[in-house]
């Protein structure tokens, strides 16, 4: 089945810093990539997708493009706020997501 | 926007007790999952439903899960006789096909086994 690898936290970054998460999967397709994040206490919300190669996802400021030739699906922010503090999921489908361990963010002030 | 709804939010259950996880799906969504996840640790898949049955699960779903669609609209995951391993966040997720491809979680069910 498929896996997939991001990169380990915790990551701890300054108000506008850029944010990048790197992602990678293993699969015997292409399966469609998301990002989820889950705020403390909350639930998993979508964050973004893409479901064929060279797509990008991007919402809220957010962006990750999908890359087949190094099968990735990294995350980037260019200025993040506090707000965006949170634990990010990569996953891929495979009739079922399968996660990532998630990586925490921590913006300070 | 459509949400798919679980109750309770949390359970404290004594291990050994059965516990039902209730979920109600968003109503045109055909596929079903649960899935689990261990205080600060990774999302885990345990199984998913479609048309009635059990179309995948995981090494997890042992004999002590199950699975079932009572009235057509609830969406239930029984633990038969709780662990304290089993002490988790729940969540169910709905799958849509076509244009709005995609799934939708729940906000999930914390549950503690004691």
């Known amino acids: 089945g498929n896996s997939v690898t991001q990169m380990e936290g915790p990551v701890t970054l300054s108000e506008e810093a850029f944010l990048t998460i790197n992602c990678t999967y293993t699969?015997?397709?292409?399966?469609?990539l998301f990002w989820y994040v889950q705020y403390p206490g909350e639930g998993l919300q979508l964050l973004l997708k893409a479901t064929k190669a060279d797509d990008k996802g991007s919402n809220k400021g957010f962006e990750a493009t999908y890359r087949k030739e190094t099968t990735s699906f990294h995350l980037e922010k260019g200025s993040v706020q506090v707000s965006d503090s949170a634990v990010y999921f990569c996953?891929?489908?495979?009739?079922?997501?399968?996660f990532g361990a998630g990586t925490t963010v921590t913006v300070r002030a | 926007e459509p949400e798919v709804t679980q109750t309770p939010s949390h359970q404290v259950t004594q291990m050994g007790q059965e516990v039902i996880l209730r979920c109600v799906p968003i109503?045109?969504?055909?596929?079903f999952y649960w899935y689990r996840q261990i205080l600060g640790q990774k999302v885990e898949f345990l199984v998913s439903f479609y048309n009635n049955e059990i179309s995948e699960k995981s090494e997890i779903f042992d004999d002590q899960f199950s699975v079932e669609r009572p009235d057509g609209s609830n969406f239930t995951l029984k633990i038969r006789s709780t662990k304290l391993e089993d002490s988790a966040m729940y969540f169910c997720a709905t799958k849509e096909t076509g244009i709005n491809y995609g799934y939708t979680f729940g906000s999930g069910t914390r549950l503690t086994v004691v």
């Open positions: 996953a891929s489908d495979d009739y079922k997501l399968s």
């Open positions: 699969a015997t397709g292409y399966p469609s």
């Open positions: 109503s045109n969504h055909l596929y």
